[in-house]
Nanobody, 120 residues
Framework: QLPLVESGGGLVQPGGSLRLSCVAS????????VGWFRQAPGKERESVAA????????SYADSVKGRFTISRDNAGNTVFLQMNSLKPEDTAVYYC?????????????WGQGTQVTVSS
């Protein structure tokens, strides 16, 4: 079983909305900082949004500020990415990441990704 599983991607028209979900299995997500990343064809993976373990602090890439919102339901071991006012340039595979600091360095978990396509 994958440690992180994303869902909620799909095809949407410009200006539309999608809500991505990321469910963790096998570990307690509330101990981890979580981020959403995306990778478009021919481009490097980039950070989109991130939140601390308690969810009190969030950060966003300039390109999505005011349009995307990251949130988490620690009781449900789930993180969300609400995406509004979507643009064609938001088209990418979106990945969820969970990270925790350990004595031997950071430990990362990744999901398999979910495709988001913004097109008319």
């Amino acid at each position: 079983q994958l440690p992180l599983v994303e869902s909620g991607g799909g095809l949407v028209q410009p200006g539309g909305s999608l809500r991505l979900s990321c469910v963790a299995s096998g570990f307690a997500l509330d101990r981890y900082a979580v981020g959403w990343f995306r990778q478009a064809p021919g481009k490097e993976r980039e950070s989109v949004a991130a939140t601390t373990s308690a969810g009190r602090t969030t950060s966003y890439a300039d390109s999505v500020k005011g349009r995307f919102t990251i949130s988490r339901d620690n009781a449900g071991n789930t993180v969300f990415l609400q995406m509004n006012s979507l643009k064609p340039e938001d088209t990418a595979v979106y990945y969820c990441n969970a990270r925790i600091a350990t004595m031997s360095g950071p430990r990362d978990y990744w999901g398999q990704g979910t495709q988001v396509t913004v097109s008319s």
